[in-house]
């Protein structure tokens, strides 16, 4: 039961991040709204302890949903070599963010505030990843 609402948790991000373009800041607010919007998903979704981690529905789901986040970090026209390591701290950013917001470790704290969307907006807004500059 839970590796389905895993599978579902994924295609509906996947759906969140698709709407998003492939722009790199709107993906990244689209990942931080759907973990907002879906916390009982996004709680199970990457609990490997919990999920049957083999079936193929939850591969194909999962993989489909990484290519969207993915994309909009190569949308940033980064070299094949810096690609991958800017992919990998994109999902961290992004991911971090939305489990520090839903466990409520900002609630409190100076970085903190009452719209979630808007840090999200001015967080990604402030970081260039592997050099890269927006135009």
Known sequence: MLTALA???FELLDA???AAAGDFRAVAV??????????GHFDVMYRHDLLRTD???????RARSGGELHSGVLGMGLSDDA????AL????????????????ALAQ??????DP????????AAIEFAGARAT
């Open 7 to 9: 599978i579902q948790g």
């Open 30 to 39: 689209a990942y931080i709204r759907f973990a907002r919007t879906h916390p």
């Open 16 to 18: 969140e991040l698709r």
């Open 109 to 114: 704290s100076s970085l903190g505030g009452d």
């Open 83 to 86: 690609a991958p390591a800017a």
């Open 89 to 104: 701290a994109a999902w961290s950013l992004v991911h971090g963010f939305a489990t520090l917001w839903r466990e409520g």
């Open 55 to 61: 079936d193929a529905e939850l591969i194909a789901a």
């Open 117 to 124: 969307e808007q840090l999200a907006h001015a967080m990604v």
